[in-house]
């Protein structure tokens, strides 16, 4: 729960009694490698931080085929966002890739508290507009630069994670295919 306070303060100053409050809204949850915080087609409630682990959140056309809409690590905030807050079937899967640990909330009792105390709802509208601004970003890069130049800010923004996960995450995320990204790599290897 350390973590997720710390989080917290670096956003926003909470006194203790709202720290108490929000935090005391989250219970530790393990989750298995390939087991699923939120499924598509079913209704989404749960807020989670990520302490430990690494998840997914993609999409599945009906052929089956999967897209990899983006990727949560340590530290970050997890959640089927658009269900959450439209009360409308999910659209998406969120998945563990390895074990992980999550703090998971459910998000009507958050806002169940925004009235009585005003920066838990600051909080959350912060929480809104980073996400929106990273996906607004990602959207750009996938229509304006090739997938060498994706694949470079994929490993800037998310040291480490190639060496964690599957290739074919990694290339569904980028836009590519699996034998793309493998050209790609061994390119940039030899540089």
């Known amino acids: ?17 709202e720290m108490e409050v929000f935090v005391s809204l989250f219970s530790e949850k393990e989750f298995e490698k390939n087991e699923y915080f939120a499924t598509a087609g079913e209704y989404s409630n749960k807020l989670g931080f990520l302490t430990d682990g690494v998840m997914r959140a993609f999409f599945c056309n009906s052929d089956g085929n999967e897209y990899t ?30 074990k992980s640990k999550v703090f998971v909330a459910d998000f009507k009792k958050i806002v169940s508290l925004y009235n009585d105390y005003p920066k838990i709802e600051s909080l959350g509208r912060i929480f809104a507009e980073q996400k929106f601004t990273i996906k607004e970003k990602r959207e750009i890069e996938l229509v304006t630069l090739n997938a060498t130049e994706r694949y470079q800010i994929f490993r800037k923004e998310h040291k480490g994670l190639e060496n964690l996960i599957p290739q074919y995450h990694i290339a569904s995320y980028l836009g590519i295919t699996p034998t793309q990204l493998s050209r790609i790599r061994g390119k940039a290897s030899s540089i």
Do not use: D, P
């Not at 729960?1 to 009694?17: A, C, D, P, R, V």
């Not at 949560?72 to 409308?88: D, E, G, I």
């Open 69 to 98: 809409k983006t990727f949560f690590t340590n530290f970050n905030f997890v959640a089927a966002y658009s269900s959450m807050v439209t009360n409308q079937k999910n659209l998406i899967n969120i998945q563990s890739i390895t």
């Open 1 to 17: 729960m350390n973590e997720l306070k710390k989080y917290i303060s670096k956003i926003l100053h909470f006194t203790e009694n």
